[in-house]
Every structure is written in C-alpha cells, then in structure tokens.
C-alpha cells in the first residue's frame, strides 16, 4: 500500500501559477504511475494528467494541453502538477492517485490509491 497527501493549493487570480505536490510513502513509489484528477460539486472526478513510473510518458486532458505539466521526482518521492495560466474554469478539488496499470490511465476505476486532495480557487 502507498499513502498519498497532496498539498499546494489555494486562492489565486485568473492568469496566475501553481505548483501542486503529491507526496507517497508506505509503498514503492517509483513503481506507481502518478495521475491528478479534478472534481467539482455534482460532478464526477476527471482525468487531467498522468506520468508513467519508468518512461515518464505523460498525458493531458485537452482542457489543460499547454498550460499544465505533470512531473516526479522519484529520489523524494513525490509528483507535482505545475498548472499555468489559471482561469475560473480551473477551480477544483485536485487529487492524485497512483497504481501499476497504464492501461485505461483516464478512468478514476483504474487508480488503487488516492489522496485527500486539494482545493485549487481560481477568482477572476
């Protein structure tokens, strides 16, 4: 098993920069694939990035392509997820989930753990 805390988020103003983490322990992390997901009230958790454990392959939801970029660095266990040019549409509940199956890496059913997550607010 692996725990994960994610950490980083806040308020900030449409245009700004923000640096998610997502720590792990309890397990071994460089053998996890690193997702973030995103949920808003009444709505179901989506997909935004994802890096491979080894390949460091990575994957974008079209709605953040440009702006966000995932990474990891294996040594301090921990990912994060640099989101870019934030606008009001970005406002969520940010998580990050690990697991060992690449495949069907955008559905949430795929991920064995998960963070508490981290409330992102975006104001105009």
Request: hydrophobic residues 30%; proline residues 2%; charged residues 15%.
């Amino acid at each position: 098993q692996v725990q994960l805390v994610e950490s980083g988020g806040g308020l900030v103003q449409a245009g700004d920069s923000l640096r998610l983490s997502c720590a792990a322990s309890g397990g071994t992390f460089n053998n996890y694939h690193i997702a973030w997901f995103r949920q808003t009230p009444g709505k179901d958790r989506e997909f935004v990035a994802v890096i491979h454990w080894n390949y460091y392959t990575t994957s974008y939801a079209d709605s953040v392509k440009g702006r966000f970029t995932i990474s990891r660095d294996n040594g301090r266990s921990t990912a994060y997820l640099e989101m870019n040019s934030l606008s009001p549409e970005d406002t969520a509940v940010y998580y990050c989930a690990a697991d060992n199956n690449w495949e069907m890496y955008t559905s949430t059913s795929r991920y064995d753990y998960w963070g508490q997550g981290t409330q992102v607010t975006v104001s105009s």
